[in-house]
Every structure is written in C-alpha cells, then in structure tokens.
C-alpha cells in the first residue's frame, strides 16, 4: 500500500504540474488530466494484478493520490502546496504504521522499487516547487504563477538541478548507512556558500540558505526513512 501510494504520488507531481489547468498554452490542461488519469489507472491496475492489494487499500491509495493531483492542477498557491505535502507525508506515515509484511518475496521486492521510484520523483522537480514555496512564504511573498522561481534564473539555471541531485545523493547515500558521507556532504554545501553569505551584510541570505538547505535535507531524510524502515 505505502509502496503505490509513494509511486502514485511521485508520478503525478510530475506529470500534473501546479496550475496546469490554467496553462495559457492550447491543450496544456487536457494533457495534464490524461496524463493525471493514465497515472491513476495504471496504478490501480498494478496493485490489483502484481501487488495483490485488498480493494480498500486500493481505493485510499487512488483517492489520496487523485486529491493530491487535483490540487496541484486547480489550487497551486504556496500554502495550498505546503498542505499538500504534510498531508501526504502524514498519509504515507500512517499507511507504513499499519501495513503488514505478509507478501510474498517477489512481490516485496516489486512493492520496493514501487517505493523507491516514488521517492526519486517526488525528490526532483515536486521537492523543487515546495522548497521554493515555503522560502517565498518565508520572504513574506509568493509565487504569481504556474513557475518553480520566483525571480529570473541565470542561463545555467544550476539551482533547477544541484537540488534534486543533493537531495537524490543524500537519500543513496543514507539508505546504504553511509552517515559520514552525508555529514560531509552537508559540510561542502555550507563551505561553498559561505563566501557568499558572508558579503551579505542583511543576513537574508544566511537565513534563505538555511530554510531551504533544512526542508531539502528534511525531505531527503523522510524519503531515507521510508525507504530503509
């Protein structure tokens, strides 16, 4: 159950994403409900033919994930965002608390790749537009628009890609135990910055750094426990 959910979750963030139905581009929202409700069926069918799940399980895993894509297309504020997510957290936490480990030894190892694909979609472009979210709600402003910034990006738009990869190296890296590593990692991320925030005499910077730098590695460290419990 834990494990659909995880996939459903990530697979429709990605494919639906916030505020798609307003896309001024023609056929942007039709796209985004296929893509929401191709993501939905196959999922459905893949916990009743290969995961072999009780129809109610089914049922919670296709509801919560068709409300988590709904309000990403019709509700894409920051709050609604932040919501979204804690929710979610809270349903998967609660579906892992009261999940048994009866199935057999094919389906479980399925049942965690299910899981660990989840974990890598939500942490890419979905984890990007929270981060960005809660340090807009931080800055006392937020998103106008169906974007993952809120200012202008440089050409490379580095921040679009060190993020996921941090966030992706950090949950590889915790799930096989290796706790120095991650410790060394969080430790060249903050020696890099310092000279930047260091210049910056308001302290806006040090404080978005680390905003955004806790809930990354806060999300990153939720997706480890999921994946190693």
Known sequence: MTALLTLLLGATAVLVPPGASSDPRRGAGT???LAQSAALVLGV???ITILHLP???IAVVALTAGLWAALARFAPGP???LGRWIAAIAVVALCAAIQDGRAGAGVQR????CRA???LLLLTTPANRV???????????ARTQSTDVLEPEPALRGGRWIGPLERVLMLLLASTGAHQAVAALIAAKGAIRFPEISKDSTETKAEEFLVGSLASWTLAALAAVLLTR
Do not use: E, F, M, Y
């Not at 981060?131 to 402003?141: E, N, P, S």
């Open 31 to 33: 796209r985004s409900a």
């Open 131 to 141: 981060v960005t979210d809660l340090l807009g709600i931080a800055r006392g402003k």
């Open 45 to 47: 069918l893949l916990g």
């Open 55 to 57: 129809w109610w399980q």
């Open 117 to 119: 694909a989840g974990c």
């Open 79 to 81: 709050r609604v965002t």
């Open 110 to 113: 399925l049942a965690d790749l």
